[in-house]
T-cell receptor, first 114, second 111 residues
Framework: AQSVTQLDSQVPVFEEAPVELRCNYS??????LFWYVQYPNQGLQLLLK??????LVKGINGFEAEFNKSQTSFHLRKPSVHISDTAEYFC????????????FGAGTILRVKS | DAGITQSPRYKITETGRQVTLMCHQT?????MFWYRQDLGHGLRLIYY???????DKGEVPDGYVVSRSKTENFPLTLESATRSQTSVYFC??????????FGPGTRLTVT
């Protein structure tokens, strides 16, 4: 069965600094990978997705992620964060054979400080 | 463009009562999902539906019932609410690209 591990529950960072949010997954089959963001008291919004092709995926708000099949990782990065990036970020995986069912990680709270 | 809506947004109910959470989407997406969000667990899938009249269990289905008579609606019913069902519930919908679109959530408190 697939599972997702987000290695940091909270990541504090100063404004304009780079950030990396780590995500590892386990699955025995090919997968689709996603990063979602949740702002306080809101639903989840898709940041980016990896379905196939280039392993470097660019998303909204300047975020990008790299799919590493050998390390089963899909880390999220941003070169310079803003206060407005403060939110909770969720990594999710679905197995290609089983359609649209997503399995989510526990989430990482990104706190951007001025 | 209404997208996906959930009602009510907040609900307080008592142990043992039946409660129904509503989800409505305007995109005619074939897939719909119900998740619960609890601290430390991320989102866990309760039930999902691939089309009208087709539903299936997710990771945590016990104590919940769903139906989908129309493509746009996917209500979730707690037949006899328990305190362990206090949570934030999210509905989502998607098409074949596997990207799910989420509603704003319903915060349910069972006393």
């Amino acid at each position: 069965a697939q599972s997702v591990t987000q290695l940091d529950s909270q990541v504090p960072v100063f404004e304009e600094a780079p950030v990396e949010l780590r995500c590892n997954y386990s699955s025995s089959v090919s997968v689709y990978l996603f990063w979602y963001v949740q702002y306080p008291n809101q639903g989840l919004q898709l940041l980016l997705k990896y379905l196939s092709g280039s392993t470097l995926v660019k998303g909204i708000n300047g975020f990008e992620a790299e799919f590493n099949k050998s390390q089963t990782s899909f880390h999220l990065r941003k070169p310079s964060v803003h206060i407005s990036d403060t939110a909770e970020y969720f990594c999710a995986v679905s197995e290609r054979e089983y359609g649209n069912k997503l399995v989510f990680g526990a989430g990482t709270i990104l706190r951007v400080k001025s | 463009d209404a997208g996906i809506t959930q009602s009510p947004r907040y609900k307080i109910t008592e142990t043992g009562r039946q409660v129904t959470l509503m989800c409505h989407q305007t995109w005619s997406h074939s897939y719909m999902f119900w998740y619960r969000q609890d601290l430390g667990h991320g989102l866990r899938l309760i039930y999902y539906s691939a089309a009208a009249d087709i539903t299936d269990k997710g990771e945590v289905p016990d104590g919940y019932v769903v139906s989908r008579s129309k493509t746009e609606n996917f209500p979730l019913t707690l037949e006899s609410a328990t305190r362990s069902q206090t949570s934030v519930y999210f509905c989502a919908s998607s098409v074949a690209e596997y990207e799910q679109y989420f509603g704003p959530g319903t915060r349910l408190t069972v006393t």
